[in-house]
């Protein structure tokens, strides 16, 4: 048998975990949807926030931010070249000391040829290539610049080469020419269609310490090193137009002098056919006091590169953001692993949330689900009004047969038609009387079976629930977002929806939202539903809607409600188009408030929920009440549901008696 070694799981999400608890993720999303947000920005406002134990993007976003400031403060990205102009003054300077004893022509020859080097330090350096140096120092010194130089220009474009070539080993530069030989020809052959994994796991068999990256395919290998050729020229695009010049001819001499400015050509041109889209971006200015060698500034560069594309996914304010643009290598990079599974727990509140049947994508657009909706009503019923009891259901009775009502105890015999709930005791027992009256035999001898015949049956009576008609018009004009009301108002008309659902589900409950235009709201749409920039407060369009839902509910109870904070401005016209005006047009009142002389005939009284004290509204509001019989009550926003709850419940009660 072989042997095994047990520690913990590191390689994701534990997956023996059970499933996700979403009620706390849930009940955060329904305050903020309570609070006046639609689903999809309170969805938004989660992922900002975290859950519990999570940080979420807004805390991810400000790492992102304080990383860039410190890679930002780290240096200056002209270091490569600091280093190198260093190194030749140091090798002239000891070149001339070595010269200056010497009487000779040729000594003052050779300070001529000194004094005539250019000022630009990669012409120097290519005019001093051939050099003959009198002094060893000289020639070690400049020995360590080409060594620097080619170390950076390498690791420029391969991270970690820097390292790999630390010592001037001539077998490690051959071995590098040997790698951009072979990767060359592996992305000819992929061009050509014949390359194969066998081949890439070769390549990394031979040459995976050159990459500390460890890709697993040739494309993971491609993406690193055109993320790397990137930097670069953002690196380029960062210096003067000087620096710029002398930067390239330095590293066009360094890999000119290892023999590898052929390789290099290729590999660069075979990139960027691959990856045509490339972009280098704009350049950056770097405020550090240290200088950077290219190689570190080109890291620096590509993690700014890395955290600015971090940046733009973390924030999700472009259209369809999703939580999946987020590149989890890109977190990995920048924060290790724990940032990770933070963004996979916010991926997962989403995911469950959906898969737990509370959110559903509808082109796009997120949405509660009817389970979900049932729970933010009760959580805004108890918000509203914390000292609701929940009572018996539906508590205004009448005696009588129906299917809507509670058991009385008492059964009758089943007529045809009937859908009371079938009485098994009284049917049994009916049966066996009716048995042994026709069959006086069976009082002698034990019964084996019961035979029911039609008249046997007998069925539950139940309490007939007196229903109510009603109809809550809320205002979603502009003004309700102006003044912060239209929270208070979404979360009274879920509220509401949930004591009728609990407490009265007999009762007929209609929910109109009016502003330019009036229109029902079935309780999934309420609970997404925003206020609407529109000039208008159609008042008239609103009781013609809920006049139609009285009328298809005679034998109810009628019960309407109004929550506004403005006086009607809007109408309906023949053709059916909406009229505004402001002040409101005189047709505007006469037409709105023969609409209340018409719920007034139908027996409903109109009791209105002022949410601003305005000198018109309160007129009109006085109007109709006189007209009307209805109440008019002024409502502080955060005491609306509470206002509406008791007033919906003392119309219930009034009826019962």
């Known amino acids: 048998m072989g042997t095994y070694r047990y520690g913990p799981y590191t390689d994701g999400p534990d997956p023996l975990a059970p499933p996700y608890d979403v009620r706390g993720a849930l009940d955060a999303l329904g305050d903020s949807v309570l609070e006046g947000s639609t689903p999809g920005d309170a969805l938004r406002e989660l992922q900002r926030r975290g859950v519990p134990g999570r940080r979420g993007l807004d805390d991810l976003l400000r790492r992102v931010r304080d990383r860039q400031r410190e890679i930002r403060s780290s240096g200056r990205l002209n270091g490569t070249l600091d280093q190198v102009r260093s190194l030749l003054d140091t090798a002239i300077g000891q070149e001339r000391a070595e010269l200056f004893p010497d009487p000779s022509d040729e000594a003052r020859l050779r300070e001529a040829d000194l004094d005539a080097l250019p000022s630009d330090t990669a012409q120097a350096v290519r005019q001093l290539a051939d050099y003959a140096w009198r002094s060893a120092a000289a020639r070690e010194t400049f020995d360590r610049l080409k060594d620097l130089l080619r170390r950076e220009v390498l690791d420029s474009q391969f991270r970690g080469m820097k390292q790999v070539l630390q010592n001037p080993d001539p077998e490690a530069m051959q071995r590098v020419k040997d790698m951009l030989a072979e990767l060359n020809t592996m992305l000819e052959a992929d061009a050509r269609g014949d390359h194969t994994p066998e081949d890439f796991e070769r390549f990394m068999e031979n040459y995976g310490e050159l990459f500390p990256d460890n890709p697993e395919n040739l494309e993971e290998l491609v993406d690193s090193l055109v993320r790397r050729m990137a930097a670069a020229d953002r690196l380029m695009a960062s210096l003067s137009r000087e620096q710029r010049e002398e930067l390239a001819g330095l590293m066009t001499q360094a890999l000119d002098d290892a023999g590898l400015a052929v390789e290099m050509t290729r590999l660069s041109d075979m990139l960027r056919a691959r990856r045509p889209d490339m972009e280098s971006g704009q350049g950056e200015t770097m405020m550090g ?269 009628p019960v309407v409600l109004i929550v506004t904070d403005g006086e009607p401005t809007a109408h309906l016209q023949r053709d059916g188009r909406s009229w505004f005006d402001w002040p409101p047009a005189p047709e505007t009142l006469q037409l709105t408030l023969a609409e209340v002389d018409k719920m007034t005939r139908r027996g409903a009284a109109l009791n209105i929920f002022m949410l601003a004290e305005d000198d018109r509204l309160t007129a009109f509001v006085d109007n109709v009440a006189r007209r009307n019989g209805g109440r008019v009550l002024r409502a502080q926003p955060e005491r609306l549901g509470e206002y509406v709850v008791k007033d919906f419940l003392r119309t219930r009660r009034a009826e019962r008696r």
């Open 289 to 557: 006091d240290e200088p950077l060698g290219l190689g570190d500034a080109t890291t620096a560069l590509a993690d700014l590169a890395d955290l600015a594309e971090l940046e733009n996914a973390l924030g999700q304010d472009y259209p369809g953001a999703r939580l999946d643009d987020i590149d989890e290598d890109a977190v990995r990079r920048a924060f290790g692993r724990q940032a990770v599974d933070d963004v996979e727990a916010l991926r997962r509140v989403e995911r469950e949330l959906e898969e737990q049947g509370y959110l559903n994508r509808n082109g796009g657009r997120l949405d509660l689900t009817p389970r979900a909706v049932r729970r933010l009503g009760e959580t805004a019923l108890r918000r509203v009004f914390p000292g609701l009891s929940t009572g018996r259901r539906g508590d205004h009775d009448r005696r009588d047969a129906g299917q809507a009502g509670e058991l009385t105890g008492s059964s009758r015999a089943w007529e045809f038609g009937d859908e009371q709930p079938i009485d098994t005791a009284a049917t049994v027992r009916k049966a066996l009387l009716r048995q042994a009256r026709t069959e006086p035999d069976t009082r002698r001898r034990e019964v084996s079976r019961v035979r029911l015949d039609p008249g046997d049956f007998e069925v539950a009576e139940t309490e007939q629930r007196g229903g109510a008609a009603v109809s809550l018009l809320v205002d979603l004009s502009y003004s309700m977002a102006l003044r912060g009301t239209w929270a208070a108002a979404k979360q009274t008309a879920l509220a509401l929806h949930a004591l009728m659902r609990m407490r009265f589900p007999q009762d007929a409950l209609q929910v109109v939202g009016f502003s330019n235009y009036a229109r029902e709201l079935r309780e999934t749409e309420l609970a997404g539903l925003g206020w609407e920039m529109v000039q208008g407060t159609n008042l008239h369009h609103a009781l013609v809607l809920a006049g139609r839902h009285l009328d298809r509910h005679p034998e109810q109870e």
